[in-house]
Structures are given as C-alpha cells and as structure tokens.
C-alpha cells in the first residue's frame, strides 16, 4: 500500500511498511524512511508508484485552468475530493487528486485553506483585489528591471532624478527605486554613492558630503524665511574709535577694539562685541531661526550662518558705521598693567576700521612691535594692547601652574583653507602670532569677566568648564557645558562664559540677554533675566547646542579632509609628485607637515611622537575621504618638547587618533578657546566640545 501525506507543509507520497494503531512507517522515494500519522494521510493508493504519482500529480497540478476550477467550487467549504468529482467528471484517479490537491495548495488568492485537504473559494473582491496585486507586482517588477538596465549603461532614470538624495541617506528600502539601485549596485560590484556619482545624481564628491550634511541637519532646506529688521532702543555713543582684527573672508564681525588714554594716565581699553541681543528677544522668531541652528555652519569656501543676512549686516560691527554693542570696558595701570576696575554697557561704537590678517600678519610681528617697526593702522593702539596681553597671558599661565598644568605651547602649526573656483589653498600660520594673540587674550579676558558678572548678579549663564574634579570628564580635562560659574583648568580662569560670538553662537547671544539684564537690572537681575536659575529651558538649550555644534564640527572636520585630498590631487597635477612630509602622532598614525591631514599606516614600525617621516601618497579616495601611503624613509627623530604633553594635549591627542581610527573623521588642531574670530582664521574652528 502506498500513502500520499502532508508533512510540514509538503506534500510527499511513499510506501507502508509497517502500521502500528494510528501511524505509519513510510519508507519515501529518496530511501529516506518516515513516522506518518493517519491524521495526516490524504490519500492512499496502490498505483501508481509514489514516484510516478508525484510526478503526475505536479504535471497536472501546472495544467489546471484556476478560474475554471474556482467557478466550479462554489462558496462553500469543500474536501479536494469532492471538487475532483466535480471538476474531472467521475471519481478523480489517486493522480488526479494528487494533482487537484497541489493546484489548490499552490492558488492561495483563489482558495483559502481550511483543514486538512479542505478548502474554500476567496470571495470574488477578496479575488479581483488580490489579482490587481499581483499585475501590479508585475508590472513594477518590469519597471525595475528597465530601472536596472538604465544604471549598468551609466543613466539616471528620469523617476530617480529628484529623490537621488533620498535614496542615498534615506532611503525607502521598500520602493522599487531603492530595489533598482540597490539591484544595480550588487551587479556592478560597486557602492550606491559612486553609482550615483557616475550616472550624475550627484554632481561631485563635494556635493555627496554637503548634500549628507544638509539632508540630516537642514532637511528643509539652508535658506531663511523673510524676516523684519528689528528695532534697537535709543544708546548713547561711545567716545571711541574701535578697530576689528579678522580674517579676509569674516563677515560676521563679533568683536572690536578700542583703546583710550585717560587725563590721569591710566589707559582706558574697549572690548566692543556685536550685540544682536538688543534687537532679538526671547521667543521671538528670530530666536526660533537662532536656537534651531544654535551655530553658524563653516566649511572651506562657504558656510551656512546661524543668522540671516540681513540681521548680520544691521549688527555686524562694520567700518564706518556706529554699530549697536555690548562693550567690556577695562581701566588699566600702565605702571604694571593691572586691572584698576571694569565697566560693562550697551552703547553705539563707531568703528573705524576692520583690519585683516592678510594684510597685517607680516608687519605686526613681534619684533616690529619690539622696534616700533612699520606703519599700519591702529599702529599705537595695538602696540599697547600688546603689552597688556602679555601681562594677560602670564597670569593665566600663573593661574594653570595652580592648577598643576604647565603653561600652554605656542609651537603649533594652524592652517586656513581658501576655496576658489573649486581649487584650494592651505595655509600655514604658527600659533601664536601677535594679531592671533591679542584678540585671543582679550576674548579670554571678556568671557572670563562677563561670567563673573552673571555670577555675582546670581544669573544663570552657559559657562565652559575643563577639570576640576576628582574623577570623570573633570580627570580626563575635556571641556563640558554648565549653567554656572566654574573654572576652565586649561585656560587658566575660574570661569569662563562664551559671550564674544553672539552673530553665530546661540551660547553667546543667550549670555548676552542675562548680561544685558545684569547691566540693565543690577540687584534685580535674577528677576528680570530672561532665563531664570534652574530653569529647565536653560537646560535644553546647552543639550541641543551640544549635539549640534558637534555634528557641524564633525562636517567641518570632513569638508577639510576633502579639501586636503584635493590639495593632493592638486599637488600630484601641477608637480607630478606624490612624496609628502609627515610628523608621528602615535604608534601608526602621522599628521601631514604641509596641510592638516591625519592618516594611519597599518604596520608602520613603532616611532616616537613628532618624528619626522617622509611618505610617498599611494592613492585617496574623496568619497569615503581615505587615505593608503607607504613609508619612504625616517628623517628626524622628535625634539624632547615634541612628547613632552600636558593632561588637555592628551585628550586633544587622543581625540585626533580616534578620529583617524574612524575615518573620514577627523579633529585638527585649534589655538586657545574662543578668541571671537570666525573659523578660517586660524583663531578658533568649530570642533566637537572636548578641546
């Protein structure tokens, strides 16, 4: 006797060999022997062979007319052998049943299953519905496959031209436009971004990286909505004549200079920051356009303000204007340059001139200031301020030794990118420079003192804090945000509260608001501060500004890794060489001497930090922003002050090996905190929070 059964959803046919109660022992045509259930038995049968059934019933299962058969069930449950009846016209043969019962196992749209064997016809809409899904499965199948073939011959499809961005970062994995690309990518053995790089769905590696930046953190679009200027209240003006010290490609102009020589011989110096919060007020639209972007985005050859246009040009502190500001005012002893007393106010500052760094840099030096050396203007005022600072920086560096660090090295290296015609230019400018110094200091000077103000006054302010404690991020020295007044180890000040950027931090310009009401309030500050103590807004601004200001550093950090491999590929056409010089990090990793470029040289033998090496540029890629070199040879062992490091050079170290560990991050170097200058400067970069 032969049994034709349903085990795990499959049918099978084999011979009995033996019966005990209600099972089976069922030897199949593969030799393969198997425990059945009468429960499970569906037909038995003495021929054909169990073979030949099979293959019968599956032949006859592929000729069954569906829409036929489905007529014929009716809408009530059946048995398969009942409908065979019906449907062949005289008790079906143990083939014919086989095959009837695979055909309905296989038209799930057409019957429902209902039991063992049995079945009931899909209502007539539950049917036509299911049908249209199919043709419609169909036909985008096909549109799929045409979608395919147009990317293998190198075309975009018309249909994918306006979601290329999507289907890059984010992506509809269930669309047929995702499948295609995706379908595609797999046969070329290729990525879908250097797919849609080579079809023109993406013009450039270039645009690839912004296009990622501006998807995730300006999903609408960069642009601004129309806005009104607003009204500033009547400010008296300032008997002064205050200069900027910026770079040639600054426009958001926070801070300037000016310096006064009083009847009694004491000297009289402006810090003079823009002051944008005399306009906007809290909860006002254009803090809404503020806090959502909490930052002015930089990247080499452009950048996406945190304020719009129009509101920069009405509070950016230009030459020849008298310009709304909240002025740091320091009288000084010229005796020892000590601090006699400060004053702060909201005033308008005539501004005589933006002085830049191209044009200055190579006549204020330090020499030229120690022989009163060259013309230029504001010559008097800075050779002044010069002298001042240096006072500054001794005290801050006092100020560090109590903390138990060393004083800060000004041995570095900082670079500038400038972008022009999509070709760049990198360059170097040592640490340290006189301009670079002065507004440094002066910076320093003005957030250390305003956030002493908010704290006398009991006003909450976001202060940056570095150390100070005995275990966590306080031991390790990086820099945290805080709402109250706490010391900046690094720096070398008891507190420290960005207030000198406030046309392109969100910090700065909610620390202008409490600064102003300290002004405005004195002893009731606390009550009339747009931020109150604990308040929980407070709270949210510096998380949000957190994770934004690093997502945008870490985009600035990968647009200047592109712009290095392009000064590569610049360099290689216009010299035909591809040798560069490169200093040791740690272990395998080195930094480039000419342009701000981490790489990593797997199996590089071991090498003391800042050994110089020279390395010949294999090959880089500008889509994933990598890097493959070899070593040609080592040129000079390390200077003992190259691996001498203080606790904050360690994690600035450690965070730029992680970064090359996780390319195409990475972190370059920055000089002090915050001397107000836009990045590009080589004053400050934006740059995630640990500095």
């Given amino acids: 006797m032969n049994l034709f059964f349903e085990e795990s959803g499959d049918f099978k046919a084999g011979v009995v060999l033996s019966q005990q109660g209600e099972a089976y022992q069922v030897e199949l045509p593969s030799g393969k022997r198997s425990k059945v259930k009468s429960k499970d038995v569906l037909l038995q049968f003495t021929a054909p062979t169990p073979q030949q059934l099979l293959e019968e019933a599956q032949q006859l299962a592929q000729g069954i007319e569906l829409d036929f058969l489905w007529e014929v069930a009716g809408q009530e449950e059946f048995g398969f052998a009942e409908l065979g009846a019906e449907y062949f016209g005289h008790a079906p043969l143990p083939a014919e049943a086989a095959g009837l019962l695979l055909g309905l196992h296989t038209a799930p749209i057409y019957f429902y299953k209902k039991g063992k064997g049995r079945y009931k016809a899909a209502p007539e809409a539950s049917l036509k519905a299911a049908q249209a899904g199919i043709e419609k499965k169909r036909q985008q199948a096909l549109i799929q496959a045409e979608y395919v073939a147009q990317l293998k011959a190198g075309q975009l499809p018309e249909m994918m031209k306006p979601l290329a961005l999507q289907l890059l970062f984010k992506p509809d994995k269930n669309s047929i436009e995702y499948k295609a690309l995706e379908a595609a990518c797999n046969e070329l053995q290729t990525s879908p971004q250097r797919l849609m790089l080579t079809v023109g769905g993406i013009a450039s590696p270039k645009q690839l990286h912004l296009s990622r930046f501006l998807l995730e953190f300006f999903p609408k679009g960069s642009g601004f909505p129309k806005i009104a200027i607003p009204a500033v209240a009547e400010l008296p003006l300032a008997p002064v004549q205050a200069f900027s010290i910026d770079d040639v490609t600054t426009t958001e102009i926070d801070d300037a200079l000016s310096v006064q020589t009083l009847a009694d011989g004491k000297v009289r110096v ?32 452009d950048k996406i303000t945190m304020l719009p246009d129009e509101l920069v040009e009405a509070f950016t502190l230009a030459e020849g204007k008298n310009c709304p500001a909240l002025s740091l005012y320091a009288t000084l002893d010229p005796a020892d340059w000590s601090v006699v007393s400060t004053e702060t106010k909201a005033e308008l500052v005539p501004i005589s001139a933006n002085l830049r760094h191209n044009t200055l840099d190579e006549l204020v030096t330090e020499e030229n200031l120690a022989n009163d050396a060259g013309e230029y203007p504001h010559k008097a005022d800075i050779a002044l301020l010069w002298k001042w600072i240096q006072v500054l920086e001794q005290g801050r560096m006092a100020k560090r030794e109590s903390f138990g660090l060393r004083p800060e090295q000004n041995n570095r290296v900082d670079f500038n990118f400038y972008v022009e015609d999509d070709v760049v230019t990198i360059a170097r400018r040592k640490r340290g420079a006189p301009l670079d110094k002065i507004v440094a ?3 320093i000077f ?13 006003v909450p302010g976001i202060y940056r804090a570095q150390g100070g404690g005995s ?3 306080a031991a390790k020295m990086q820099v945290r945000m805080v709402t109250h007044a706490a010391p900046h180890q690094g720096l070398g000040v008891d507190q420290y509260a960005w207030s000198t950027s406030p046309l392109r931090r969100y910090t700065d310009l909610v620390n202008q608001w409490q600064i102003l009401a300290c002004v405005e309030g004195g002893v009731a500050a606390p009550l009339v501060a747009p931020f109150k103590p604990r308040d929980a807004d407070l709270f949210a601004i510096v998380s949000g500004f957190d994770a934004a200001y ?26 035909g060489t591809r040798q560069v010089d490169a200093a040791v990090l740690k272990d395998e990793i080195l930094r480039l001497a000419e342009i701000p470029l981490i790489i990593k040289l797997p199996g590089m033998q071991q090498l003391a930090r800042g050994t110089q090496v020279k390395l010949d540029i294999m090959r880089w890629d500008e889509v994933e922003l990598t890097v493959e070199a070899r070593l ?14 203080e606790p904050e050079d360690e994690e600035e170290i450690s965070e730029e090996l992680d970064a090359a560990m996780d390319m195409p991050h990475e972190i370059v170097d920055v000089p002090p905190e915050d001397p107000a200058t836009e990045p590009g400067s080589a004053i400050e970069e934006i740059k995630p929070l640990a500095e």
């Avoid at 003005?446 to 009991?458: F, T, V, Y």
């Fill in 550 to 575: 690093s997502g945008y550093g870490d985009f600035q950090s990968n647009m200047e890794r592109y712009w290095c491999l392009r000064w590569l590929a610049q360099e290689q056409a216009q010299h």
């Fill in 446 to 458: 003005a957030n250390s003192s305003w956030g002493k103000l908010m704290s006398d006054h009991g």
């Fill in 270 to 301: 402006g810090i003079h920051i823009a002051a944008p919060g005399l306009g906007i007020k809290r909860g006002d639209a254009l803090d809404a356009i503020a806090r959502q972007r909490m930052s002015t985005v930089y990247m080499p050859g």
């Fill in 632 to 645: 040609l040879e080592v040129c000079a062992a390390p200077s003992a002050e190259a691996q001498q490091l």
């Fill in 441 to 443: 200091e002066l910076m």
């Fill in 471 to 473: 275990g966590g991020w």
